[in-house]
């Protein structure tokens, strides 16, 4: 995230607690993720966006850092002022599976991670944790998607604008890009 950027202005305005009375409650998630654990009490009721960001986030901490475990120490509440905790877009985090101290010194590194990996749309590093929210479900319906992509060498002429790393540099890039908000899978 920016510095300058407000969590409101990264994932959109509060939209309204969820409760299990409300509309949209029953399309919350309950986490399921190998390699998350929760802190004793901590709700994992959770948008879509917000299990599979949190799903990429784990498996890439378990891939660079085997000795360490993404832990979820605040999720959604009910009866706390209302905030995108109570709608199953945000939690916060922190990591186990070494000392209090070395696994402190990996939050900066996994808040980079969430940013760039995970596409959480806000990730706040706060000393002692990460917070990490993302924007509402607007669309969970399936879709296919096909992007069809010309790596042949007239792509990198200098005519047509290009150079011998066009492909990779423009047109993988512009696909990632297109594709970095989606849940891909």
């Keep these: 995230r920016r510095p300058d ?36 009490g901590v709700s994992l009721r959770l948008t879509f966006r917000l299990h599979q960001a949190l ?30 905790y109570h709608e199953g877009r945000a939690v916060d985090v922190d990591l186990v599976g070494m000392s209090t101290t070395q696994a402190r010194a990996k939050l900066g590194w996994m808040a980079a991670q969430a940013a760039q ?37 007239s792509i990198a002429y200098s005519w047509h604008g290009g150079n011998t790393d066009t492909f990779r540099e423009k047109v993988l890039t512009m696909v990632q890009n297109v594709t970095r908000g989606m849940d891909v899978g």
């Design 5 to 40: 950027t407000l969590e409101v202005e990264a994932v959109g305005p509060i939209q309204g607690a969820m409760t299990p009375h409300c509309p949209g409650y029953d399309e919350l998630v309950t986490l399921s993720i190998d390699g998350v654990d929760r802190k004793s």
């Design 117 to 153: 990996v995970a596409k959480l749309g806000f990730v706040e590093h706060r000393g002692s944790h990460v917070h990490l929210s993302v924007m509402a479900d607007t669309c969970t319906q399936p879709l296919d998607l096909v992007f069809l992509l010309d790596s042949s060498s």
């Design 55 to 84: 799903r990429s986030l784990a498996m890439l901490i378990k891939a660079e850092h085997p000795l360490l475990k993404l832990r979820i120490i605040r999720g959604h509440e009910e009866g706390e002022p209302l905030s995108v």
